[in-house]
């Protein structure tokens, strides 16, 4: 079987956070989700992941199919990445294959993985080390290679000779070992060395003294070895991670007016010819169909649109917006909403847990809160479904056909049957029938010539 640990137990202390390093988001995602996804996306079935005193926190975030090992933490344990590893072992066979990765480097791509565990098989190898090769290898493991190009071993920047620090090839701390190799080799390690650590980088020159075969793959793409270490590091893999997307979005036929600006979710889908303005965030599971416009400003989550919806300036959460309707500016539509095709919902209008059907328009300053709109109606400005009385909420609905004028407040719960019309400045508190006018509001009376007696 082909099986990843992933190693998570470092402290991260300079992220200065109360959260566990791999819990910081890019993209609106946790970075260890990243790494899970790319494992299992390169066909690592078994993933199992090393926590330290962030175990409750990790745990919470992730699903039952992730094996969990705790390293503990502290000055009476030993660390490093060695003993981190070996916290892992009783799951390892000896016939598998094992990938070793970091939960901190979430722009590792599952293409990379699988290039990587292709090197590993055509060239028969026992243990392969993905490398990389810095300008600058400052702060690295450096990779030490004999003449016939195999690794003789890894050395720490601080155990390192003159010479050896010279070396640009640098260890991304990312492995692939047969499983009865690294169990033999992870029970010879010590931690005689600068940092007093057990090093898992020591198992590459246990295997080559006992005549194994252990290759170095150089990583395509250098970002893809990035780590996590600091806020600074988070918002350079955030940069990276989000040019990634958009150059994605812009390569399968989607416009994007300015990429800088524009911040989209990794597991968004965009149909071609959408066209996006700056400034625009689309999040969670979003999905977009084909030839929509987005103007600026517009944050979309959890949302499902359909083709040729036009979209300004306006919030739109969990919710569907159906073909050809045209959203704000300003409009806030909020969780499960469903908007039918060619409806106009325009400047500061706000619907709630409604539906809303065909052609239905509500241009200017309305509140709908729970509740169900038919098609064809005509909601004029300032109308207020008024479904919340201090203590429940509840639900009305209005029929196909139906005209609500302006300043009207339809009191939950009434129902409003089809081919209605609600007179402007009503309060609506009782059901109304098919084909009524319904007008709730005192007669006005003039008085002549009131202002010159007073
Ligand atoms: C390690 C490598 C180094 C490599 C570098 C790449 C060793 C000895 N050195 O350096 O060759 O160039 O990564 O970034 O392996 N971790 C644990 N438990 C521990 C220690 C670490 O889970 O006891 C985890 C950390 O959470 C982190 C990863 O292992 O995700 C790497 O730890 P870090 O301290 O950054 O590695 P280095 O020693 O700097
Ligand atoms: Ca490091």
New binding site residues.
């Given amino acids: 079987m082909n099986i990843s640990i992933i190693?998570?137990?470092?402290?991260?202390t300079r992220m200065k956070s109360k959260y566990s390093?791999?819990l910081h988001k890019i993209c609106n995602k946790p970075i260890l989700e990243y790494v899970i996804e790319s494992s299992k996306g390169a066909k690592f079935e078994k993933n199992i992941v090393?926590?330290?005193d962030n175990e409750d926190q990790v745990k919470a975030k992730f699903k039952k199919d992730i094996i969990f090992k705790k390293?503990n933490?502290g000055e009476n344990f030993?660390?490093?990445?060695?003993?981190?590893v070996m916290q892992a072992v009783d799951e390892i066979a000896d016939e598998d294959t094992v990938l070793i990765l970091?939960?901190?480097?979430p722009l590792i791509r599952k293409e990379t993985i699988s290039d990587f565990m292709n090197y590993h098989n055509e060239n028969n190898l026992d243990a392969t080390v993905l490398t990389s090769i810095l300008e600058n290898p400052f702060?690295?493991?450096?990779i030490i290679r004999e003449d016939d190009g195999s690794i003789s071993k890894?050395v720490?920047e601080k155990d390192a000779t003159e010479k050896e620090r010279q070396v640009g090839e640098?260890?991304?701390?990312i492995y692939i070992f047969k499983g009865s190799l690294l169990k033999k080799s992870l029970k010879e390690i010590n931690s005689n060395n600068a940092?007093n650590?057990?090093?898992?980088?020591?198992v590459i020159e246990i295997l080559k003294n006992e005549g194994y075969k252990v290759g170095g793959y150089i990583v395509e793409d250098a970002n893809d070895?990035l780590?996590v270490?600091s806020r600074l590091q988070l918002s350079e893999c955030e940069s990276i991670m989000k040019n990634r997307i958009n150059n994605y979005h812009m390569s399968q036929g989607v416009t994007l007016i300015d990429p800088n600006t524009t911040y989209i979710d990794s597991d968004v889908e965009i149909g071609r010819d959408t066209i996006i303005y700056p400034g625009v965030s689309i999040e969670g599971c979003t999905k977009i169909g084909e030839d929509c416009i987005i103007r600026n400003n517009s944050r979309i989550i959890d949302s499902k649109i359909s083709d040729n919806v036009y979209i300004d300036s306006s919030v739109i959460e969990e919710s569907t917006i159906n073909k050809n309707s045209k959203i704000g500016p300003y409009a806030h539509i909020r969780p499960n909403s469903n908007i039918g095709e060619d409806v106009k919902l325009g400047n500061f209008v706000e619907v709630k847990n409604s539906n809303i059907g065909n052609n239905t328009k509500s241009s200017h300053l309305t509140y709908i809160g729970d509740s169900d709109l038919g098609e064809n109606i005509n909601v004029g400005c300032g109308v207020v479904f008024v479904n919340y009385d201090g203590k429940n909420k509840f639900r009305s609905s209005v029929g196909d056909n139906s005209f609500i004028g302006c300043n009207v407040n339809i009191v939950s719960p009434v129902k409003i049957a089809t081919d209605t019309f609600i007179a402007a400045g009503s309060t609506i508190t009782d059901d109304v029938e098919d084909g009524e006018l319904a007008i709730a509001r005192s007669r006005q009376i003039n008085k002549k010539n009131w202002t010159s007696k007073k």
């Fill in positions: 190693l998570a137990a470092g402290e991260g390093k791999v090393v926590v330290g390293q933490i030993p660390y490093g990445t060695g003993y981190a970091y939960g901190d480097t702060g690295y493991g450096r890894i720490e640098i260890n991304s701390g940092q650590e057990y090093y898992v980088t020591d070895i780590g270490n």
